[in-house]
């Protein structure tokens, strides 16, 4: 016997689900039976009734929580005997959603290990509450385990069975850019970065950077460039290199067995003459780097980033030299900031003359230090289930005056154009004041899609791929999404200590303070940290 295990993906189209595929092949590796299905234009509740899995698994980022606790609830009333299992970056920073009717487990941090505990358990009739990484609700109780330790070797962990993805839709592997990882961790403490939130989870082993051999990395690759075409090589980790011998190794064999141009995120900081030969001489073609705000005070005692600005301003330079795309990440809109701050880390973008000038409006993910010091501060009432889907739209927080909020969201839209364009500077100045409009909008997301379809990304989509990237412009996606179902509120249960098997704590009424506990929690100011994250896709 084995699990029958569905993962559901919210657009599945985009950039694959790395995390979720990771934690199949494992499932798979160990007998269980995997399928992947997307919600856009698919009745998920016909392929359930049709598949009849034991488990329902889903990964989730906050913001999109609510649309997948929604259909797990509906989907959990129709089918009870299925087991609903929710990971990834919500489950792991906001454990405490596994209150939510309809959710059963949550599995925090790495799934891999713990997913196959859980479906082996499951699969032998066996007690399954007491399973490390995993928050289990059982009979009206919760069961809060600790973390489990971290897999060693990447090495040893199966490559994401994409060809799950394939099965669901065909054309999914005609997309021309396709992700990897090479390594996870990162030692540094940005405030509004997931990674010293998993040092809160896994302790200090999560700031170890565990890094792939090059032979795994490239042999990964080519099995995915023999199912499919690849154009990109998209590298998502959180920082891609930390070491030149890596660097050098890997870029031997990616030069020789692959040769293909690749995108990946760095600290523009930690950059040395060698390093950007090595990048520049093993096809790197891309860079996301972290510029964030050119205010010196936000970076260094609310981002915690503690960058140089000298370093980081030779590092972009050098980069550019070397003929390498820069793509800059900025933060707007952060607590305490002024309009005026993100209007000089746009003339700082300008300055340096990045190819790409992306920004984010600043959001206070859970289990952040940015998140603690927004509560701490007043700038954020704490609310996660209040934030976004997406943080190219609103700001969750508050902000000195209503005015002064609509005009930063404004000039989040027009942030990249105006970097490009800075002729437009005084234009966007007197336009930002204008009310929030979905021209703006608009123009963000053509500016974007025309970059990344030339110079940003060099990959050549087809007409199909392209009309759709073009279509999203105007809002329009193809097939209409008939999975939306409201999320449920959440329920009133106490946690239990699974060593004793005691309750320790009696639900959330009983913790009403819970929350400014966590608020007076903040990340230690003691080492520097740059941002990284690219998101392929407002
Ligand atoms: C690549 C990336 C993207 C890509 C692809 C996302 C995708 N389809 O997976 C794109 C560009 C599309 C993207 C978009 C967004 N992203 Co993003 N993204 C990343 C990034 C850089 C890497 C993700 C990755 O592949 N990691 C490697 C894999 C191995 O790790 P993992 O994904 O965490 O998966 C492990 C566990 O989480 C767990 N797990 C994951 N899924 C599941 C499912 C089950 C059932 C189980 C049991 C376990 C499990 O097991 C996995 C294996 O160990 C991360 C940061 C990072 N370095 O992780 C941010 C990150 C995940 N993104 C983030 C955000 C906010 C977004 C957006 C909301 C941004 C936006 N538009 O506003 C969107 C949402 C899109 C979406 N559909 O969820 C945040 C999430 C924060 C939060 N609390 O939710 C992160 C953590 C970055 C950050 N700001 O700190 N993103
Ligand atoms: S923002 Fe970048 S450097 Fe900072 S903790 Fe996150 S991944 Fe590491």
Not at 56 to 76: N, P, V
Not at 446 to 470: C, G, I, K, S
Not at 478 to 507: K, Q
Request: with cysteine; proline share 7%; charged share 25%.
């Amino acid at each position: 016997m084995a699990q029958k295990v569905l993962f559901i993906v919210k657009e599945i189209g985009g950039a694959e689900p790395i995390g979720a595929l990771y934690v199949a092949g494992c499932l798979a590796q160990a007998g269980h039976d995997c399928r992947f299905v997307g919600t856009r234009g698919n009745d998920v509740e016909r392929e359930v009734r049709r598949y009849r899995p034991d488990v329902i698994a889903f990964g989730a980022t906050t913001g999109l929580h609510r649309y997948y606790l929604g259909l797990a609830a509906h989907l959990k009333k129709l089918h009870p005997k299925c087991v609903t299992l929710m990971g990834g970056p919500h489950a792991t920073f906001y454990p405490e959603v596994v209150q939510t009717p309809g959710v059963d487990v949550v599995c925090r941090g790495e799934g891999e290990d713990a997913a196959v505990e859980l479906c082996d358990a499951l699969d032998r009739g066996e007690d399954h509450r007491f399973i490390g990484d995993l928050w289990v609700k059982h009979d009206g109780k919760v069961y809060r385990n600790a973390a489990r330790g971290l897999r060693r070797d990447l090495d040893d962990i199966p490559f994401p069975p994409r060809e799950l993805l394939y099965a669901y839709d065909a054309t999914l592997r005609d997309r021309p850019l396709k992700s990897f990882t090479t390594n996870r961790g990162c030692p540094f403490p940005c405030s509004y970065c997931f990674n010293p939130a998993l040092v809160d989870h896994y302790g200090a082993s999560w700031k170890k950077v565990r890094i792939r051999s090059p032979e795994n990395v490239v042999g990964e690759i080519q099995k995915v460039r023999a199912a499919g075409p690849l154009h990109v090589v998209g590298f998502r980790e959180s920082i891609f290199v930390y070491a030149t011998k890596w660097l050098r190794e890997f870029g031997e064999l990616y030069r020789r067995e692959v040769g293909l141009p690749y995108y990946c995120h760095l600290r523009a900081d930690m950059m040395t003459e060698e390093m950007v030969e090595l990048l520049a001489w093993s096809g790197c073609h891309t860079v996301n780097v972290g510029i964030e705000t050119a205010d010196e005070r936000l970076s260094n005692e609310v981002l915690d980033r503690h960058c140089r600005m000298d370093k980081l301003k030779d590092g972009i330079r050098m980069l550019k030299r070397a003929g390498i795309v820069v793509f800059a990440d900025n933060i707007l809109g952060i607590p305490s900031g002024t309009l005026e701050d993100d209007l000089r880390t746009l003339e700082l973008n300008i300055e340096l003359d990045v190819d790409y000038a992306a920004s984010t409006l600043c959001t206070p993910y859970p289990g952040t230090g940015i998140s603690r010091y927004a509560i701490e501060h007043g700038y954020f009432d704490g609310n996660f289930d209040a934030i976004e889907p997406s943080y190219y739209t609103e700001s969750p927080l508050t902000f000195r005056s209503e005015r002064e909020k609509r005009a930063i969201e404004n000039l989040h839209k027009l942030f990249a154009i105006t970097a490009a364009f800075p002729a437009m500077l005084p234009l966007t100045k007197k336009l930002i004041r204008l009310p929030p409009n979905d021209w703006f909008y608009a123009a963000f997301r053509a500016w974007y899609v025309v970059q990344h379809m030339t110079d940003v990304m060099p990959r050549r989509p087809n007409r199909a791929q392209a009309m759709e990237a073009l279509a999203s412009v105007f809002g329009i996606y193809g097939g209409r999404d008939p999975n939306v179902r409201p999320m449920p509120a959440p329920e009133d249960l106490p946690f239990v200590d699974p060593m004793t098997a005691t309750v320790v704590s009696l639900g959330r009424k009983a913790r009403a303070g819970a929350g400014a506990e966590h608020a007076s929690v903040r990340t230690p100011d003691d080492a520097s940290g740059m941002e990284e994250i690219a998101h392929a896709g407002p």
